[in-house]
T-cell receptor
């Protein structure tokens, strides 16, 4: 079975400062890992995915994440936050089963 | 193609009533998923279809819930005898065969009074 823990339920940053959203995973298999973003009243949008290729994964809108097997982590970062980044972010893992297992989400607030 | 479509977007019903949600996936995607998302939580897997075959069901999918995908295209999720605990966002997603990237719809929000 697989699971995901998002270590912060809320993160608040100032516009133009770096963003770090933390995710730890547990999986019995070689995992595929994902970050999704959800804006209010919208569906989840894929930001990036890791599927056993390069450990540093670049996604859309300047986000990137690094897979660290020794730490079972897949933290999401962005060098400079923009007001439009304010949303809820979900880390997810898939293993042998075909469904995604999601974390409980991190609400990102960007202050002007 | 406009992505994954879900209807209705919002449904308010009284306890004990039946409700049905529809999902139209991306046309070339043969896998279709249903998830449930409650306030402050991440989406939880309910069930999954490959073409018209329902291949997996979560323990969350009680006998009051039924999902179908009769022709391998659109899907319906029916909840019978709704309870207040059924209030949630019901998300549909689709993916091509062999891919593990899901494209989500905007969801159908259910409120049970």
């Amino acid at each position: 079975a697989q699971s995901v823990t998002q270590l912060d339920s809320h993160v608040s940053v100032s516009e133009g400062t770096p963003v770090l959203l933390r995710c730890n995973y547990s999986s019995s298999y070689s995992p595929s890992l994902f970050w999704y973003v959800q804006h209010p009243n919208k569906g989840l949008q894929l930001l990036l995915k890791y599927t056993s290729a390069a450990t540093l994964v670049k996604g859309i809108n300047g986000f990137e994440a690094e897979f660290k097997k020794s730490e079972t982590s897949f933290h999401l970062t962005k060098p400079s936050a923009h007001m439009s980044d304010a949303a809820e972010y979900f880390c997810a893992v898939t293993g042998s089963a075909r469904q995604l297992t999601f974390g409980s989400g991190t609400q990102l607030t960007v202050l002007p | 193609d406009t992505g994954v479509s879900q209807d209705p977007r919002h449904k308010i019903t009284k306890r004990g009533q039946n409700v049905t949600f529809r999902c139209d996936p991306i046309s070339e995607h043969n896998r279709l998923y249903w998830y449930r998302q409650t306030l402050g939580q991440g989406p939880e897997f309910l069930t999954y279809f490959q073409n018209e075959a329902q291949l997996e069901k979560s323990r969350l999918l009680s006998d009051r819930f039924s999902a179908e995908r009769p022709k391998g295209s659109f899907s319906t999720l029916e909840i019978q005898r709704t309870e207040q605990g059924d209030s949630a966002m019901y998300l549909c997603a689709s993916s091509p065969y062999g891919a593990n990237v899901l494209t989500f719809g905007a969801g159908s929000r259910l409120t049970v009074l």
